[in-house]
């Protein structure tokens, strides 16, 4: 379904800025999913990134609970950027069991289960372990904000990465295909503020799975609804992040009249 409205003409609609896209093919696979999921577990409740545009709120209990972004990278699915993605995360007790990243066009499967390890398309995944930022590839995103602070904040923290000297700054454009790209090593660390908790809930374990390291912006322990996160090869490269990195002020995904 993702593949076929990738090819075709879309017809699209603005969201929360000019940059934050929908089109009916992210409300179709979610519909999909929630419906299938619902069919064999009546009583599980679904946190989806439309179903909150659309005005159901954010509420993560002890109930098993499906995190679910239909398409994760819309801008880049809107313009046949290749890097397109389904994130779905199973949470229980508040804490993700397991999750799977499915990169669409690259048809690439990244799959964790709590304390199972993490895989791409079945063969294991692991961190590059660095722990030098100055030997660093950094992961980020400009999302979909376009005010003055939130713009200045995030070119400031990628004027002051690579100032420390890095290695180079990347962004693919969707969160949970830049996050397993960090449980494959291919680049050693990620931090975005503004993303979603349906962006990240499921590559958050699968980076963990892979041996990295999950925090927030600050440094403090990872809050899923909070909105800011770094993912990293290493303890040391994370926090090194976090020194330098400032954060914008963001509206947490669960505070009440969020979406
Ligand atoms: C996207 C994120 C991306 C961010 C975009 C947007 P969506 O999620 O994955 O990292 O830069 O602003 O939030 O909206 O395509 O599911």
């Known amino acids: 379904m993702v593949l076929e409205g990738f090819h075709q003409e879309k017809d699209v609609k603005l969201k929360s800025s000019p940059a934050d896209l929908v089109t009916e093919t992210d409300q ?18 679904f946190i989806g990134e439309e179903s909150v545009v659309a005005g159901e709120p954010v509420v993560l209990t002890d109930s098993p609970t499906w995190i679910i972004d239909p398409i994760d ?24 069991e397991f999750g799977i990243v499915y990169s669409c066009v690259e048809d690439k499967m990244f799959s964790a289960e709590r304390g199972q390890g993490a895989f791409l398309n079945g063969v294991p995944l692991h961190v590059s372990h660095q722990k030098d930022i100055h030997q660093c ?33 990347r962004a693919v454009g969707t969160a949970a295909v830049d996050m397993c790209l960090i449980a494959t090593g291919a680049a050693d660390a990620y931090y975005h503020i503004g993303m979603h908790c349906w962006d990240i809930a499921a590559s958050t374990l699968i980076v963990s799975e892979a041996g990295g390291v999950v925090m927030d912006t600050d440094g403090s322990q990872f809050d899923m609804m909070s909105r800011k996160v770094i993912a990293a090869s290493s303890a040391d490269v994370a926090n090194s992040i976090a020194k330098v990195v400032c954060a914008f002020p963001c509206r947490r995904d669960d505070e009440v009249g969020s979406s």
């Open 28 to 45: 179709n696979v979610e519909n999909l999913l929630i419906s299938s999921i619902r069919e064999t577990y009546p009583e599980h409740r």
């Open 73 to 96: 990278g819309t801008v880049n699915f809107v313009h046949r950027f290749p890097f397109v993605a389904i994130s779905i995360a199973f949470a229980v007790n508040k804490q993700v």
């Open 137 to 169: 590839v950094v992961v980020t995103e400009i999302g979909a904000e376009r005010d003055d602070l939130s713009l200045s904040t995030m070119t400031s923290n990628i004027y002051k990465l690579l100032k420390l000297p890095i290695h180079g700054v």
